[in-house]
Nanobody, 122 residues
Framework: QVQLVESGGGLVQAGGSLRLSCAAS????????MGWYRQAPGKRRELVAL???????NYANSVKGRFTISRDTAKNTVYLQMNSLKPEDTAVYSC????????????????WGQGTQVTVSS
């Protein structure tokens, strides 16, 4: 069973920074793509950033230049450094893991964490 646990959310003033972490556990051999998504109240969940096992990244236009995604493959952990935060960044941030090899079995499935709240005050 693969589990993802996020941490690092909280309340910050506009212009401030936060660093989110997401650790995957469960006899994991490898993870193809890991990502961060967010969902604000009354809005649909949206992509924030993705990172492949090779280190390629993709960002939503709204966070380019402010957010940085990174991963520690050995620890099966993905990070999201968020700088210059704006009130519109307020949302529940969730991480996911795609195409996970557990032991010797590939699970072509997307696993999700429970999410962590980020609130940016103006």
């Amino acid at each position: 069973q693969v589990q993802l646990v996020e941490s690092g959310g909280g309340l910050v003033q506009a212009g401030g920074s936060l660093r989110l972490s997401c650790a995957a556990s469960g006899n994991i051999f490898s993870i193809n793509v890991m990502g961060w998504y967010r969902q604000a109240p009354g809005k649909r969940r949206e992509l924030v950033a993705l990172i492949s096992s090779g280190g390629s990244t993709n960002y939503a236009n709204s966070v380019k230049g402010r957010f940085t995604i990174s991963r520690d493959t050995a620890k099966n952990t993905v990070y999201l450094q968020m700088n210059s935060l704006k009130p519109e960044d307020t949302a529940v941030y969730s991480c996911n893991a795609n195409r996970v090899v557990v032991g010797t079995t590939l699970y072509d499935y997307t696993y999700w964490g429970q999410g962590t709240q980020v609130t940016v005050s103006s």
